[in-house]
């Protein structure tokens, strides 16, 4: 092993550790089997401690060119990918649990508080009439209601 | 149909980019939202008071006949499971 090596697996660990959180957000987040559980991010975590673990054992060798600088950098970039990881599972894990108690929801068996807003053109609708308006001449079995966080 | 604290102008990008049919309603002020006590407040990206997820299954008369109120909001109802339980309509 030469001294002057350039750390790779050390900073691929960290860059993929990046990558292992941000393309849950950005890209696993739109396929339900993936975003449900972070199977594919977690994956990608294990392959980024993998990396950071050749990258600790490189930072830390003896024959380093310079020993001590190696040292506190191969630390330092550890800790972050290791402060990035908690992150994601604190978002996903804790964070996504953060939500009020909603004992006042309507419960199977009530009806539903009637309400009239205004769609994405403008025009106003009411549920109550959603219910009353045929489609293709016959009464609607009924309606699903989807309340969403927001499109962010 | 879909209820959020977006204005009409958020939702038609949501839409666009989508390309969903069905309404989508804008209660920007949280009023139904708070009627159906969902608020989650100030989660919203400016801070706004925005809803929890919620899925409601109502039939002709207004009743609800399923709800999926999930405890962790990155997990979500799954298509085929609504449309299995929109089955219980017939």
């Known amino acids: 092993m030469t001294a002057r090596r350039f750390n790779w697996p050390l900073w691929a660990g960290f860059l993929l550790a990046l990558i292992a959180s941000f393309s849950y957000f950005s890209f696993f987040v739109r396929f339900p089997i993936t975003r449900d559980f972070p199977w594919a991010n977690l994956l990608l975590f294990v392959g980024a401690a993998i990396l950071l673990v ?99 | 149909m879909a209820i959020s604290a977006d204005t009409p102008e958020e939702t038609r990008n949501l839409i666009q980019q989508a390309g969903y049919t069905f309404p989508f309603l804008s209660d920007r002020p949280a009023e139904v939202i708070r009627r159906y006590d969902l608020v989650h407040a100030h989660a919203g990206a400016d801070g706004r008071d925005i809803s929890r997820p919620a899925e409601f299954l109502i039939d002709a008369s207004g009743t609800v006949r399923w709800i999926n109120l999930t405890e962790n909001y990155w997990i979500r109802a799954r298509p085929g499971d609504i449309l299995d339980k929109a089955k219980l309509l017939q």
Do not use: C
């Not at chain 1, 930072?59 to 990918?81: E, K, M, N, Q, Y």
């Not at chain 1, 894990?93 to 939500?99: A, M």
């Not at chain 1, 549920?127 to 927001?150: D, H, M, Q």
């Open chain 1, 54 to 152: 050749m990258g600790i054992g490189r930072g830390f060798a003896r024959d380093r060119a310079h020993p001590t600088r190696s040292r506190i950098t191969t630390s330092i970039v550890s800790l972050f990918s290791v402060v990035i990881f908690a992150l994601f599972v604190f978002t996903i894990f804790v964070v996504g649990r953060w939500l009020p108690p909603s004992t006042g929801a309507p419960h199977v068996g009530q009806k539903v508080p009637e309400f009239t807003l205004n769609d994405a053109n403008g025009k106003q609708v009411s549920l109550n009439e959603l219910l009353a308006t045929p489609i293709e001449g016959k009464p609607p079995k009924g309606v699903l209601l989807i309340f969403y966080r927001g499109y962010w």
